[in-house]
């Protein structure tokens, strides 16, 4: 592999996870709550896995090449966004990093065993809800598909020893390298500079619900009116 051209892509990738967007909502809402923000950088990072995977199967290129069907698959990425915000908006009055009350050993607690089961499961549950939302956030947005397609060729070398879908693939994991540790320190950050501030916690969540609501309605706007006219038209 061409290492000028991989140096530039890692400026030019680093670039572009560092501009704010929908991760960077999902990466701050995760870190203003009381639990581990890393299901949530893990599910963001794991939808771009399956964007890299598209790409090296060559399924990306046919996909962008198919208007309809992306158009299409936009609209369920703006459905999603906008599910996605109400539940952060829902959820903003509790960004205020307060222990779970379940654990204050109270009267009436069940059974040592059960006490511990019951709460370990649970928790592993809500983690893999948040790591399928962080999946989902990156990986049915077409955008973040259509970013592999225009970019990453750009930094293959025809030339270089390695195949070009080996070469493609190493870019895309660079990607999801970089951006997991951008997305970690964001979260991080988030989490360090409004733990003792509840008031500020609660609203930057609020912020980040209505930054993803924004950007749902606008893809939805974008793409649902152009799809019904053309369904209408060829009716």
């Not at 400026?11 to 999902?26: F, I, R």
């Not at 890393?38 to 990072?45: D, F």
Request: charged share 10%.
């Amino acid at each position: 592999m061409n290492i000028q051209l991989f140096l530039a892509f890692i400026a030019v990738a680093v670039a572009l996870a560092c501009t704010p967007g929908v991760d960077w909502a999902y990466s701050i809402a995760a870190g203003l709550k009381d639990r581990s923000f890393v299901p949530a950088v893990a599910g963001l990072c794991g939808g771009y896995v399956v964007h890299t995977v598209l790409m090296v199967a060559g399924l990306a290129a046919l996909l962008s090449g198919m208007p309809g069907l992306l158009g299409w698959l936009t609209v369920a990425g703006a459905a999603y966004l906008l599910w996605l915000g109400v539940a952060t908006l829902r959820s903003w009055r509790g960004a205020s990093f307060t222990a779970d009350a379940s654990t204050d050993g109270t009267a009436g607690a069940p059974a040592p065993g059960q006490a511990l089961a019951q709460p370990k499961a649970q928790a592993q549950a809500n983690q893999f809800r948040i790591f399928l939302q962080g999946m989902g956030t990156s990986g049915i947005n077409p955008k973040g598909l259509l970013f592999f397609v225009a970019l990453v060729p750009q930094f293959v070398s025809p030339e270089a020893a390695l195949p070009v879908p080996v070469q493609s693939g190493l870019l895309g994991l660079t990607f999801v390298l970089l951006v997991a540790v951008i997305y970690s320190c964001v979260a991080l950050l988030a989490r360090k500079l409004l733990q003792s501030r509840p008031a500020a916690a609660r609203g930057v969540t609020l912020a980040s619900g209505v930054i993803m609501l924004a950007l749902g309605a606008v893809l939805l706007s974008e793409q649902l009116i152009p799809l019904l006219g053309a369904a209408v038209r060829h009716s």
